[in-house]
T-cell receptor, first 118, second 111 residues
Framework: AQTVTQSQPEMSVQEAETVTLSCTYDTSESDYYLFWYKQPPSRQMILVIRQEAYKQQNATENRFSVNFQKAAKSFSLKISDSQLGDAAMYFC???????????????FGSGTQLTVLP | DGGITQSPKYLFRKEGQNVTLSCEQNLNHDAMYWYRQDPGQGLRLIYYSQIVNDFQKGDIAEGYSVSREKKESFPLTVTSAQKNPTAFYLCATSRTRFDWYFGQGTRLTVV
């Protein structure tokens, strides 16, 4: 079974600065899908960015970008020009390419609570 | 608007009671999931269903039951056998491996 590890339970960043959240995963599969979700105090899960493992180019969505290192099984999230609204819990998630049994699920890390300081 | 509706938003359960959490979707997705969220543990899969009248246990199914009688609905029952039910419960659907959608969750508290 795949596992996802977020080793930083809490992080803080000054407004307008850049912060990087870490995520590593364990898998024997060669193709898969990786996600970063944001969960603000409302508890709604919001997709931040996603990446397909066969694509070498790192995904980017406005101020959010990833550093995908397939060999190292690392998928870090960089938030540039941090804003107060970025404060939330951030989850990294993995999805297998297969569609049988438990491979269908999203497997989540334990989350990183990001605080943005004014 | 298409989406997932979970109700109620807050639910209180007495010891020994069964309670049912509702999840309804109008996205026409086949796949539906129930996750449990505890502090410091991320989200863990309770049950999932790929098609009407079929569902499978996830990683922490003990003390829970589900049904899938309609494509739109995937209710979760927390039974008295679940010893520590206080948690936040999220319902999700997926259209493809890459597209996932989440409800707004139900906070269950044992009183």
């Amino acid at each position: 079974a795949q596992t996802v590890t977020q080793s930083q339970p809490e992080m803080s960043v000054q407004e307008a600065e850049t912060v990087t959240l870490s995520c590593t995963y364990d898998t024997s599969e060669s193709d898969y899908y990786l996600f970063w979700y944001k969960q603000p105090p409302s508890r709604q899960m919001i997709l931040v960015i996603r990446q397909e493992a066969y694509k070498q180019q790192n995904a980017t969505e406005n101020r959010f970008s990833v550093n995908f290192q397939k060999a190292a099984k690392s998928f870090s999230l960089k938030i540039s020009d941090s804003q107060l609204g970025d404060a939330a819990m951030y989850f990294c998630a993995y999805r297998s390419p297969y569609s049988s049994g438990s491979a269908r699920q999203l497997t989540f890390g334990s989350g990183t609570q990001l605080t943005v300081l004014p | 608007d298409g989406g997932i509706t979970q109700s109620p938003k807050y639910l209180f359960r007495k010891e020994g009671q069964n309670v049912t959490l509702s999840c309804e979707q109008n996205l026409n997705h086949d796949a539906m999931y129930w996750y449990r969220q505890d502090p410091g543990q991320g989200l863990r899969l309770i049950y999932y269903s790929q098609i009407v009248n079929d569902f499978q246990k996830g990683d922490i199914a003990e003390g829970y039951s589900v049904s899938r009688e309609k494509k739109e609905s995937f209710p979760l029952t927390v039974t008295s056998a679940q010893k520590n039910p206080t948690a936040f419960y999220l319902c999700a659907t997926s259209r493809t491996r890459f597209d996932w959608y989440f409800g707004q969750g139900t906070r269950l508290t044992v009183v």
